[in-house]
């Protein structure tokens, strides 16, 4: 049986990805082209939302108020990259985009310091780490901001991921299978 699969974007290309690993075939429906170029009847195609993410996989930065019941899944699905990325990485020879560098938050002024503060009580509530770090501390680690911060947070374990890259790596793992 082929399982088909709409969508060529990083979900529907990770879920291709996920069952052929474990030995499914698969059948990816998708109308990109690969150069963005025109439809047949001459409308102009752009590229889908994967290619203009910005690749957040921030369970604790990304979070909003009031979106609690959203934390399990987020830090599920963050949790779950370092295991894709390896198992990846042995797919194909092209980069992936994953950066585990972490998140740095920063105020700009009084306001911004204030609500960080709360935020990062809203975090430790929801027993997430955020450590704050002073503005040097932050400005050695993001050596391009303003000498005038008010305040920082630094969340190590909330990472990034090139979205375009990570298509690239997908879409050639899968050719060669």
């Known amino acids: ?42 409308t102009a195609l752009y590229p889908a939302a994967s290619h203009y993410a910005g690749g957040m996989l921030a369970p604790i930065a990304e979070v909003q108020f009031q979106q609690d019941a959203l934390f399990p899944l987020m830090t599920a699905s963050a949790d779950a990259y370092p295991s894709l ?17 972490g998140t740095l938050i920063i105020a700009a002024d009084r306001a911004d310091a204030e609500h960080l503060q709360r935020t990062r009580a809203y975090y430790r509530d929801m027993n997430r780490p955020a450590d704050p770090v002073t503005s040097t501390q932050a400005r050695t680690l993001e050596p391009l901001l303003a000498p005038r911060i008010a305040g920082a947070v630094s969340i190590p374990s909330d990472h990034q991921l090139h979205p375009r890259l990570m298509r690239r790596a997908l879409k050639d793992a899968l050719t060669r299978r």
């Not at 979900?11 to 690993?21: K, Q």
């Not at 990325?85 to 985009?97: K, N």
């Open 1 to 42: 049986m082929t399982i088909p699969i709409i969508g060529g974007g990083i979900i529907g290309l990770t879920t291709a990805f996920e069952l052929t690993e474990r030995g499914e075939n698969v059948h990816l429906i998708d109308a990109e082209t690969s150069d963005y170029g025109t439809a047949d009847d001459g």
């Open 85 to 101: 990325m390896e198992r990846l990485s042995r797919a194909t020879d092209l980069p992936t985009g994953y950066d585990t560098t």
